[in-house]
């Protein structure tokens, strides 16, 4: 059940400034889901872009590619050498997918999701 959030921070308003392909939501999806070991059909990705003009770092953040930022929620967070391997592979599939330097991708778990959301009315356990 993984539901994984990019967020890329464009360099243009259009969401087709070149950081977003045609078909790259389904790929990210597949490659994300392969990454945290979800079956098929099973990891939803949602794909934003944040236009520069309304992302902003304090003092000014480093020259280069804009950021993104992921975000996982999932039935269970992964623990200790697991997280960090998730983590690794998710950012290198990011970053590999959209061009972007690896050092540019942030990965963000959630808290764990049973107990606390539901899909159609059914709290996930």
Known sequence: MPIVDVEIVTDGVDVDDGDVSAGLAQTLADDIGECLGAAVGTTWVRLRTLPRERYAESGGGPSGPPPIFVTVLSRR?????????????????????????????????????????????????
């Open 77 to 125: 967070r992964p623990e200790g050498a697991r997280m960090s391997a998730i983590v690794a592979e998710v950012t290198a599939v990011v970053a590999g997918r959209t061009g972007r330097p690896s050092d540019r991708v942030h990965v963000v778990f959630d808290a764990d999701a049973a107990g606390r959301v539901a899909f159609g009315g059914r709290i996930v356990d």
